[in-house]
């Protein structure tokens, strides 16, 4: 059992930067992935990154590589998203979820914070 708290979001320009942050608790955090997920007013969830447990992996969706970075911290029971190079499209609620392995599929994850507000002016 996971319990986690996305912080970081708020009101940044075209081409500014971010750092979301997810807080994690529980006793076996190290043993989950966790993913990155956004959602747009009125659009599904979607797929932004993910990492494993053990940070040997990591996914990026096509609209983020490069620009967004994911990394956790086992230690701190932390993960990071930096976001670089934001743009207008990156509006949403953000969300880290964890699950047992990493996956592109929202569904996969058992446990999911209650997101935070990313807006993006242009």
């Known amino acids: 059992q996971v319990q986690l708290v ?10 500014g930067s971010l750092r979301l942050s997810c807080a994690a608790s529980g006793r076996s955090f190290s043993d989950y992935a966790v993913g990155w997920f956004r959602q747009g007013s ?18 990026y969706a096509d609209s ?11 230690a701190k029971k ?4 930096r976001m670089n190079s934001v743009k207008p499209e990156d509006t949403a609620v953000y969300f ?7 996956h592109e599929r929202s569904n996969w994850y058992s446990w999911w914070g209650q997101g935070t507000q990313v807006t993006v002016s242009s």
């Open 96 to 102: 880290c979820a964890a699950g047992v392995s990493l």
């Open 78 to 81: 932390m993960v990071y998203l």
């Open 42 to 59: 009125g659009k599904d969830r979607d797929f932004v990154s993910a990492v494993s447990w053990n940070s040997e992996f990591t996914r």
């Open 6 to 15: 996305e912080s970081g979001g708020g009101l940044v320009q075209a081409g």
């Open 64 to 74: 983020v590589k490069g620009r967004f970075t994911i990394t956790r911290d086992n």
